[in-house]
């Protein structure tokens, strides 16, 4: 059986580090890192998600703003709150919970974010930061996450073919350009790619972000490989009620695979912590200080 891979242990031991460091960088600078989320709509899962991160950046030592605002905000209010932020000295980190409504341009709102508070890593410029392997680009969360546990389980990537199932702005690419600078040889593929089963057994690392629940068989993967699930997934039970999956069918796949993350409890939980690690470098940058 695969080593099980624990996201909710890996995000505890970064969450206890930058809570450490919080502390100094307030004792020694008088700097509180501050994060601000905006939420558009009422969405109960997006509602959830960020009360999770508030709650966390508070445990954390950090400062924490949640703007809340009904469904039919239109794009000229959104525009205008992010301006307030960029200006307010105190935030360190600007994060717009998506999805937005659909009459709001997604693209538009995250590139109204200054590049330096940017801590979920999606404007325009931190991407191309990101694409040409600069130390200066704000990582996105869940790759960031992704990347940390790959690291901490294998050691070196380096030669490793990784195969990336899934092509989103949000997680697959970004991955793909996180395993490009380890040196990895790296396979993008998704949904429609042809033979897709033969290029996932190639597969020494295997991310899987392709929002389809369970695809991933067992003897899809290659024996001993890393797998790593981006997927959740909320499918029905038998007999009645829901529960969370992901991308992979986790059952056949921990047979065959040399460790997995699982779902719920994986990849999930970093999510989180990454957010808090780029606001806390953000915080540290933006005032000129190095990092502790």
């Known amino acids: 059986m695969a080593t099980i891979i624990s996201g909710l242990d890996y995000s505890q031991i970064q969450r206890d580090s930058i809570k450490a460091r919080v502390t100094k960088l307030r004792q020694k600078h008088s700097v509180i890192p501050g994060l601000a989320v905006i939420l558009v709509g009422e969405d109960p899962a997006s509602q959830v998600y960020v009360r ?4 966390q950046t508070l445990e954390v030592g ?6 809340l605002l009904p469904k039919d905000t239109d794009e000229a209010t959104l525009v205008a709150l992010i301006e307030d932020l960029n200006q307010d000295q105190s935030i360190h980190g600007i994060l717009v919970q998506l999805p937005l409504p659909d009459h709001i341009d997604e693209a538009l709102i995250i ?8 801590v979920d890593g999606f404007h325009l410029t931190n991407i191309g930061l990101l694409s040409t392997g600069s130390k200066k680009a704000i990582i996105p969360c869940t790759p960031l996450g992704c ?8 050691g070196s990537l380096s030669g490793k073919k990784a195969v990336v199932v899934g092509r989103s702005n949000i997680v697959g690419k970004p991955m793909a350009a996180l395993l490009v ?10 949904s429609r790619t042809k033979n897709l089963e033969q290029e996932c057994r190639q597969a020494d690392i295997l991310v899987a972000a392709v929002g389809r629940p369970e695809m991933i ?9 890393t797998v790593i699930d981006v997927g959740i997934n909320r499918i029905d039970k038998e007999g009645g009620g829901t529960k969370l ?29 990454c957010l808090l690690e780029n606001t806390y470098q953000q915080a540290c940058r933006i005032n000129g200080i190095a990092e502790f």
């Open 52 to 55: 999770n991160k508030a709650k």
């Open 62 to 67: 950090m400062k924490s703003v949640e703007h």
């Open 111 to 118: 590139n109204s974010i200054q590049v330096k508070k940017d």
């Open 147 to 154: 990347m940390m546990m790959l690291k901490d389980q294998m």
């Open 181 to 190: 600078k380890e040196s990895c040889t790296v396979t993008i593929t998704h």
């Open 217 to 225: 068989k067992g003897d899809w993967i290659k024996p001993g490989a």
């Open 245 to 273: 999956v992901g991308d992979v069918e986790f059952a056949s796949a921990s047979k065959v695979a040399a460790a997995i993350t699982p779902v719920p409890g994986g990849v999930g939980p970093m999510t989180i912590a």
